[in-house]
């Protein structure tokens, strides 16, 4: 009887700890000019996409991550019409975003072609949303797509990978600059943040260059419970223009008319994401 070896994936968060899981098969792996992408099959967690080795998202709890970069500043933002999503190639952000039936323009842009068409292929359940006729999906760079622009979009969601490689230009205060200068007068930025927990100077980097661009008192974090992510805590770093803290805005009326059926977010968690341990009050500073 032929022996096969069990095969377990980790993804190392630093030299002494990480997080792991047996992978059933390896559905799909190749490299294009930006980085590595895997699709694996596993026992617990469903589908995976890994981007050079790294943990994107996985089928039984990607729908945190992408409620909580969505909904949030959707329902936090006055009648927003127009929305922008830098990244997000896997396609979940858009689904989400999609959901909001009244906007006048979903536009995304994703610097990699190849993982639009895996995502497609592979892991439908956030990638078929790639193909609906209403988003205006543009494969090209969100940095240099934001230059240059004036008062053009009421949410930018910034749905990036790590803050490294084709991805470190989304965490500059140049580019948080043309963001606010590409949103309209009450318009809100969110950009993934890391975690606070094993690395804070990564979350550090988006809030403080945030605030450079918007000012000190006009950017904070939240958090989402995701248990594939480091720590199992994600922080989402986010900016307005306008005057109302987006934890004291939320549009109830247009929640309810929607009727969304969602795993995550809801009216309670709207506020109590901006609730934050003590430790991490500190890092804020």
Same mark, same amino acid.
Not at 175 to 198: H, M, P, T, W
Not at 252 to 271: C, D, G, S, T
């Given at each position: 009887?032929?022996? *096969?070896?069990?095969?377990?994936?980790?993804?190392?968060?630093? @030299?002494?700890?990480?997080?792991?899981?047996? #992978?059933? !098969?390896?559905?799909?792996?190749?490299?294009?000019?930006? !980085?590595?992408?895997?699709?694996?099959?596993?026992?617990? *967690?469903?589908?995976?996409?890994?981007?050079?080795?790294?943990?994107? *998202?996985?089928?039984?709890?990607? %729908? #945190?991550?992408?409620?909580?970069?969505?909904?949030?500043?959707?329902?936090?933002?006055?009648?927003?019409?127009?929305?922008?999503?830098?990244?997000?190639?896997?396609?979940?952000?858009?689904? =989400?975003?999609?959901?909001? =039936?009244?906007?006048?323009?979903?536009? !995304?842009? &994703?610097?990699?072609?190849?993982?639009? =068409?895996?995502?497609?292929?592979?892991?439908?359940?956030?990638?078929?949303?790639?193909?609906?006729?209403?988003?205006?999906?543009?494969? @090209?760079? @969100?940095? &240099?797509?934001?230059?240059?622009?004036?008062?053009?979009?009421?949410?930018?969601?910034?749905?990036?990978?790590?803050? %490294?490689?084709?991805?470190?230009?989304?965490?500059? +205060?140049?580019?948080?600059?043309? +963001?606010? &200068?590409?949103?309209?007068?009450?318009?809100?930025?969110?950009? !993934?943040?890391?975690?606070?927990?094993?690395?804070?100077?990564?979350?550090?980097?988006?809030?403080?260059?945030?605030?450079?661009?918007?000012?000190?008192?006009?950017?904070?974090?939240?958090?989402?419970?995701?248990?594939?992510?480091?720590?199992?805590?994600?922080?989402?770093?986010?900016?307005?223009?306008?005057?109302?803290?987006?934890?004291?805005?939320?549009?109830? =009326?247009?929640? &309810?008319?929607?009727?969304?059926?969602?795993?995550?977010?809801?009216?309670?968690?709207?506020?109590?994401?901006?609730?934050?341990?003590?430790?991490?009050?500190?890092?804020?500073?």
């Amino acid at each position: 009887m032929a022996f *096969f070896p069990e095969f377990w994936f980790t993804e190392k968060y630093s @030299g002494t700890c990480g997080f792991t899981f047996k #992978v059933k !098969q390896v559905l799909y792996t190749d490299k294009s000019e930006l !980085q590595r992408i895997d699709i694996l099959e596993t026992f617990d *967690f469903g589908r995976v996409m890994l981007l050079d080795g790294l943990i994107m *998202f996985t089928e039984r709890d990607e %729908f #945190v991550y992408h409620e909580m970069i969505s909904h949030l500043p959707l329902f936090a933002a006055e009648e927003p019409k127009d929305v922008l999503i830098i990244g997000g190639g896997d396609g979940g952000t858009a689904r =989400e975003v999609l959901k909001h =039936e009244y906007l006048n323009s979903i536009t !995304q842009v &994703e610097i990699d072609k190849l993982v639009v =068409e895996t995502s497609k292929k592979y892991t439908p359940f956030v990638g078929e949303s790639l193909a609906n006729p209403k988003l205006n999906l543009i494969i @090209g760079d @969100g940095i &240099e797509f934001v230059k240059d622009k004036k008062s053009l979009y009421d949410i930018v969601i910034v749905d990036s990978t790590d803050p %490294f490689g084709a991805a470190e230009g989304l965490f500059n +205060v140049e580019f948080y600059s043309n +963001v606010r &200068e590409i949103l309209k007068d009450n318009g809100i930025v969110v950009a !993934q943040a890391e975690n606070y927990y094993y690395d804070k100077r990564w979350m550090m980097r988006s809030v403080n260059n945030m605030r450079k661009a918007f000012g000190e008192d006009k950017v904070t974090i939240y958090q989402a419970s995701i248990p594939t992510y480091p720590s199992g805590t994600w922080a989402f770093s986010i900016a307005w223009k306008g005057d109302t803290h987006p934890k004291d805005s939320f549009d109830k =009326e247009r929640f &309810e008319k929607l009727n969304l059926k969602l795993k995550y977010y809801n009216p309670e968690i709207h506020k109590a994401a901006f609730v934050l341990p003590n430790y991490a009050r500190e890092i804020l500073g």
